[in-house]
């Protein structure tokens, strides 16, 4: 399953559009792009998930490029409450991981 | 995510002790998983079920045994607890005909300190 990378932590202000970038080089055609949010003491929240261009719901948007080596997770307008810790995922017919996750801390 | 609803919410145990960890769901879903998850890291898949029939090893299986005794139902024991598996424990449950198109839906968590 392709590994994901993405960066530990970022800090952002309220208001602002926050864009999360993971990376997944060795993606397969049949694999899916999918993104969980976590709050401290709660299990993973579904945000969104694609498979190639862009997909969009009331929460978030999704980027991936044509190569789908890269996927960006797109939060607008960003509140206090969306401090949390983002996982980008790879999942396949068979298999689920979680990597470390981006912890995203949003600033008054 | 009050459908899937794990037990005890806290637990503090001593080194090999025998602790059940359960997980029930009223969501009607088949696929159930356990995961861990230690401070700062991300979480990773003990064990897993496709339907009451199924079980599957994860990641880090070892050290720890479920039970699928309904399609609500899936539980995680460790036979004996040893200190390294202090961790938050969570239960998740999914419906997807495609494990690749999955959305996961998981309880709240239960938090095992093992002395």
């Known amino acids: 399953l392709a590994k994901t990378t993405q960066p530990i932590s970022m800090d952002s202000y309220e208001g602002q559009e926050v864009n999360i970038t993971c990376s997944h080089n060795n993606i397969a055609t049949n694999d899916y792009i999918t993104w969980y949010q976590q709050f401290p003491s709660q299990g993973p929240r579904f945000i969104i998930q694609?498979?190639?261009t862009k997909v969009t719901n009331e929460v978030a948007s999704l980027f991936i490029p044509a190569d789908r080596k890269s996927s960006t997770l797109s939060l607008p307008r960003v509140s206090l409450s969306d401090t949390a810790v983002y996982y980008c995922?790879?999942?396949?017919?068979?298999?689920?991981?979680f990597g470390k996750g981006t912890r995203l801390h949003i600033l008054p | 995510d009050a459908d899937v609803t794990q037990t005890p919410r806290n637990r503090i145990t001593k080194t090999g002790k025998r602790i059940m960890l359960e997980c029930s769901q009223t969501k009607g879903h088949d696929r159930m998983y356990w995961y861990r998850q230690d401070p700062g890291l991300g979480l990773r898949l003990i064990y897993y079920?496709?339907?009451?029939?199924?079980?599957n090893k994860g990641e880090i299986s070892d050290g720890y045994s479920v039970s699928r005794q309904a399609q609500a139902k899936f539980s995680l024991s460790l036979e004996s607890a040893i200190p390294n598996q202090t961790a938050l424990y969570f239960c998740?449950?999914?419906?997807?005909?495609?494990?690749?198109?999955?959305?996961?839906?998981f309880g709240p968590g239960t938090r095992l300190t093992v002395l």
């Open positions: 995922l790879v999942t396949r017919d068979d298999k689920i991981i």
């Open positions: 694609g498979y190639k």
């Open positions: 079920s496709f339907d009451v029939k199924d079980i």
């Open positions: 998740a449950t999914s419906d997807a005909d495609r494990p690749s198109t999955d959305t996961q839906y």
